[in-house]
């Protein structure tokens, strides 16, 4: 047991080391997305630690204050995904439907062929806009019935796991697909228009993530969302970000892009809205994405129901309101943020 314990605390350990050196490289970036596995593997190692416990043992003194100082760390960084932290986005109190949208966001998993499934779960959450990611021909034409339903699209088959397809019942205005980084990797930029009239930008991205078999580096992911975060901020519009960003919630680069670009979570207060994997229940992370100005309020937001994807959809419900950005503060960013921010945007 001794054996066990000493080697289990040390991982623990390393897992949490490892994720606070600001390498770009995947073998420290992955470490960012396990921290609520962290935590709850750091907790049974507490007990462990406590069950067999040995006053004399120095195993049991150097890992029983080193595992519990993990242990306070880890749920310091969990706690704004919880309802024991203040939410970031208030949620409505009138309803002003004109002045509503509701997002549906799905990596479907391109090898996936339940274009049925994506159908049935698109037409029950009947959402105003939809994103589908990871579409390629054969997602194209197994969901081309949609277009009855949505009027304006935009379309980016492709066949190497980043095409996007972008459906919407509200009229699009100035749609452009962009690709800011990579060449493969796309993005959709357009304008969406109330039912009030009023026009809102949305930004649909799915940059790369770092893992070996995609790209060893966090770089080009980072620069794609901090080049996203230039334009909300300096966006005349009220913005919505979506997508697969391949970044936890809680990751300092994520935490880094909200600073940089002035938008909200809509999860801090509410919880993780898990959406990968959707097959390993202990290997989930949130990396499907809603991110909102701060003259927009929470109508709903809600975790959907797989269609044999390796997401589940994600599903956001905002109303606009002019005075909403009186009522709601943005993360700030300190001199350290705007410098790492210019110098990840300055990487090649």
């Not at 809205?273 to 809603?290: C, E, G, K, M």
Request: charged letters at 25%.
């Amino acid at each position: 047991m001794t054996i066990f314990l000493t080697v289990f605390s040390s991982i623990l350990l390393l897992f949490t080391v490892m994720s606070l050196i600001k390498n770009d490289y995947w073998t420290f970036r992955v470490f960012d997305y396990p921290r609520l596995q962290k935590f709850v593997l750091s907790a049974v190692c507490f007990c462990f630690l406590l069950i067999y416990k040995d006053l004399h043992s120095w195993i049991y003194l150097l890992f029983i204050p080193l595992i519990g100082i993990n242990l306070v760390y880890l749920a310091w960084l969990i706690r704004p995904f919880t309802i024991f932290s203040a939410k970031q986005v208030l949620r409505i109190k009138d309803s002003r439907p004109d002045d509503q949208i509701c997002v549906m966001i799905s990596n479907v998993y391109q090898d996936n062929r339940n274009f049925r499934g994506c159908v049935s779960e698109v037409r029950k959450a009947n959402p105003d806009v939809l994103l589908l990611l990871e579409t390629d021909n054969a997602w194209d034409a197994g969901t081309a019935e949609l277009a009855g339903t949505y009027k304006y699209s935009v379309k980016v088959p492709l066949e190497n796991t980043y095409g996007m397809i972008l459906y919407s019942k509200l009229e699009l205005r100035g749609s452009s697909v962009k690709y800011m980084v990579e060449d493969g990797i796309p993005s959709i930029h357009t304008g969406v228009v109330l039912k009030s009239g009023r026009e809102v930008q949305l930004y649909a991205v799915h940059p790369t993530p770092p893992v070996p078999n995609e790209n060893p580096r966090s770089t080009e992911r980072d620069k794609e969302l901090l080049l996203i975060a230039d334009l909300a901020k300096t966006s005349a519009l009220p913005v919505i970000v979506v997508g697969d960003l391949n970044d936890v919630a809680w990751s300092y680069t994520t935490e880094l892009f909200l600073k940089m670009s002035g938008l909200l979570d809509p999860r801090r207060g509410r919880g993780f809205f898990n959406s990968f994997h959707a097959h390993y229940p202990f290997l989930r992370f949130p990396l499907d994405h809603a991110f909102i100005s701060t003259d927009f309020k929470l109508v709903d937001m809600k975790r959907l129901k797989n269609f044999k994807s390796d997401h589940f959809p994600i599903y956001i419900h905002v109303q606009y309101e002019r005075a909403a950005e009186q009522e709601q503060e943005p993360l700030e960013a300190d001199s350290e943020d705007i410098a790492l921010a210019e110098e990840k945007k300055a990487k090649t």
